[in-house]
């Protein structure tokens, strides 16, 4: 059923040139239900991101979506439907964000970009405030950048602020731009993991957008067009044997910046690129991820969705929902580690311990059932985020995200992990360190 439907959309609908052969539509159409059933679970937050992937594949389920979106509006129109002055000045100041709060620039601009995405567009009037608060929590992430060497949030979002600005033709300061392509030229997108590629990536969509509009200087065309050709050449020396660019996770975003320069049928680096991210569609497990997967798997770009025009869309994706993986009749052995080598900390070594579990547990699981040290019961916290819990606490140190300190997970050999604590799966005998790193 699925593959006669994906060959009538082959025959009907023209190819996009830098979408996925029409061998691995199954898989594409795949993932697309999972993405759509994730979307569909009860008690997750709606995430702008997951609503793009969403929007941008081939086929929808259309009133699912329109629930989705009315569910995201209810959260950022609420935040962010009015101005500046009226929040700040509102008797119920306090359900509203706070000014001097973290911005939120990077699932404002995701909002944003989302809103493009939707068919018929949104009244106009809807987009005017939000896109105040992103010009000034923007405006707030430059003057961060200026004060400590880097925006208040971090690169990518600041480019993905940039880059919905400019999506919705939308000016942004020259002096905002001039420190993105600062940034870029010194190469400061990396951080703690080394992985620069998916801000590099994000960077350069915003780069790409810019030069193409109208009120930019010609010699500010040039440079943004020189940048994008610097990230793009990065983008392909960060091709590994395997063809993917940087990691599984990285790579969607980076076949983007193919996409959106129109080079995916020139760039050999997109095609092998292409072939990589097939073999890893398992991988692919959280809602936000499986958003950028989309978005590459289906020939899209964010910077596409300025020129989307509303047609016919397919009204025939059907969800499908993940079992939870059962545990394995072994057990398992995992020992583990937290460390914590700031000088805020009470010791180096806050933990060490074994921890048994059933085969295949998580290492979310793992942290449920580690046993107290001493007088002291294990326990953490995390934050649902679209890519699943992101642990913010353990043993009572909260990691401060102003202080750019995070809880890293490591593995025995100190190599970071690339992916979360739901998703990550430790094997018998291994050992995982927890440790409170700055990036
Ligand atoms: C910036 C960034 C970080 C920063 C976030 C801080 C900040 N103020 O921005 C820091 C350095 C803290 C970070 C940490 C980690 N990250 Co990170 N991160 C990113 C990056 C480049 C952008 C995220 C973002 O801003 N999204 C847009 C905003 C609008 O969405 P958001 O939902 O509000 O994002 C917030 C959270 O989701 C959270 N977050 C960031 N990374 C991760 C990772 C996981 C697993 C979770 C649950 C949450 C989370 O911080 C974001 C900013 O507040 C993405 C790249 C990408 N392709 O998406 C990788 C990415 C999401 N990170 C990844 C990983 C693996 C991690 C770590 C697990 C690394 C490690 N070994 O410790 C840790 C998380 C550990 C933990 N405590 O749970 C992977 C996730 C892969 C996957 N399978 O889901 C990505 C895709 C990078 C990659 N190519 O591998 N990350």
Redesign the pocket.
């Known amino acids: 059923m699925w593959l006669l439907l994906a060959l009538l959309q082959a025959a009907v609908l023209p190819a996009r040139p830098c979408e996925a052969p029409a061998e691995a539509a199954v898989a594409v159409r795949a993932l697309g239900a999972r993405l759509l059933g994730v979307a569909m679970e009860p008690g997750q937050d709606a995430?702008p991101?997951v609503y793009v992937g969403l929007r941008l594949g081939s086929e929808h389920d259309l009133r699912v979506e329109q629930r989705y979106v009315q569910r995201l509006q209810d959260v950022f129109q609420g935040r962010y439907g009015r101005s500046l002055h009226a929040a700040s000045h509102s008797s119920h100041g306090h359900r509203h964000r706070n000014k001097s709060s973290m911005p939120e620039t990077?699932?404002l601009?995701?909002y944003l970009l989302g809103l493009r995405a939707t068919c018929p567009l949104p009244d106009p009037a809807l987009l005017r405030f939000p896109v105040t608060w992103l010009k000034y929590y923007l405006e707030k992430d430059w003057a961060g950048s200026r004060q400590h060497g880097h925006p208040l949030?971090?690169f990518?979002?600041y480019s993905?602020g940039v880059l919905a600005l400019c999506v919705h033709h939308k000016r942004v300061r020259e002096e905002v731009i001039q420190r993105l392509l600062v940034a870029e030229r010194h190469r400061h997108f990396g951080?703690?993991?080394g992985?620069a590629?998916?801000?590099e990536a994000v960077a350069a969509l915003a780069f790409a957008c810019l030069e193409k509009e109208r009120h930019i200087r010609a010699g500010l065309a040039a440079e943004l067009r020189a940048a994008v050709h610097r990230a793009r050449a990065r983008l392909v020396e960060a091709q590994r044997a395997n063809g993917l660019i940087?990691?599984?996770?990285?790579t969607p975003?980076a076949m983007q910046v193919f996409i959106a320069t129109d080079t995916c049928r020139t760039q050999p680096a997109y095609g092998r690129a292409m072939a990589a991210l097939l073999q890893h569609l398992d991988?692919f497990?959280?809602a936000?991820?499986m958003a950028?997967a989309l978005l590459a798997l289906n020939g899209r770009s964010y910077l596409g969705i300025s020129s989307m025009q509303c047609q016919e869309e397919l009204d025939t994706l059907m969800p499908v929902f993940l079992e939870p993986a059962a545990p394995g009749p072994r057990n398992v052995t995992v020992r583990l580690v937290v460390e914590c080598p700031v000088p805020e900390c009470p010791q180096q070594l806050l933990y060490d311990s074994s921890v048994p579990a059933p085969a295949g547990a998580s290492l979310l699981d793992l942290l449920r059932a580690a046993p107290p040290q001493g007088s002291q019961n294990f326990t953490f916290e995390?934050q649902d985020?679209?890519?699943?819990?992101?642990?913010?606490s353990v043993l009572g140190m909260a990691?401060w995200?102003k202080e750019?300190h995070?809880?890293?997970?490591?593995s025995g050999v100190g190599s970071?992990?690339?992916?979360?604590?739901a998703?990550y799966r430790p094997e018998d005998g291994s050992t995982v360190i927890l440790r409170l790193s700055k990036?």
């Open positions: 995430d991101g990077g699932r601009a995701l949030t971090s990518y979002q993905l951080h703690a993991d992985n590629v998916d801000t940087g990691n599984t996770f990285s975003l991988t497990t959280t936000a991820t950028q995390t985020t679209a890519y699943g819990p992101f642990l913010t990691a995200p750019r995070y809880w890293q997970l490591l970071s992990l690339q992916t979360g604590i998703d990036w």
